[in-house]
């Protein structure tokens, strides 16, 4: 019966090479996540800052930012030159990186009436 010498060598190769799949998965997971974070807190800095644009109290602009972000958002208001601007930050745990910090602006032209 006649021996292989190369019997069993993709076993090896998988078994060498899933390590660097499961660390790829997962910094394409941790991107993503990432990703999807910073849309979610730009739409509530967005949304918070039309709202004081339009003149809605400040306590009623957080609360629609954090409405729409989370309520583990950071939110600070501003204005100035004739813009109403939001500051929003956000914190995201990923594993084997710990937290990131991810922050948006926004701002927006405030209404006046004629």
């Known amino acids: 019966m006649p021996t292989h010498p ?3 060598s993709s076993t090896a190769e998988v078994a060498v090479l899933l390590p660097a ?3 790829l998965l997962t910094v394409v997971a941790a991107a993503g996540m990432l990703g999807g974070e910073q849309v979610r807190i ?3 800095a967005s949304a918070a800052a039309r709202e004081l644009a339009r003149g809605t109290d400040a306590g009623e602009a957080i609360a629609t930012a954090l409405r729409i972000g989370g ?3 950071h939110v600070t208001l501003g204005s100035g030159a004739g ?3 939001v500051f ?3 914190g995201v745990a990923l594993p084997l990186l710990g937290e990131i910090r ?3 602006e ?3 032209r405030k209404e006046t009436e004629p």
Do not use: F, H
């Open 71 to 73: 309520t583990d958002l």
């Open 106 to 108: 926004a701002s927006a």
């Open 42 to 44: 730009q739409q509530a």
């Open 21 to 23: 799949v499961a660390l």
């Open 102 to 104: 991810l922050t948006a």
């Open 83 to 85: 813009y109403a601007k």
């Open 88 to 90: 929003v930050a956000s």
């Open 6 to 8: 190369e019997a069993g």
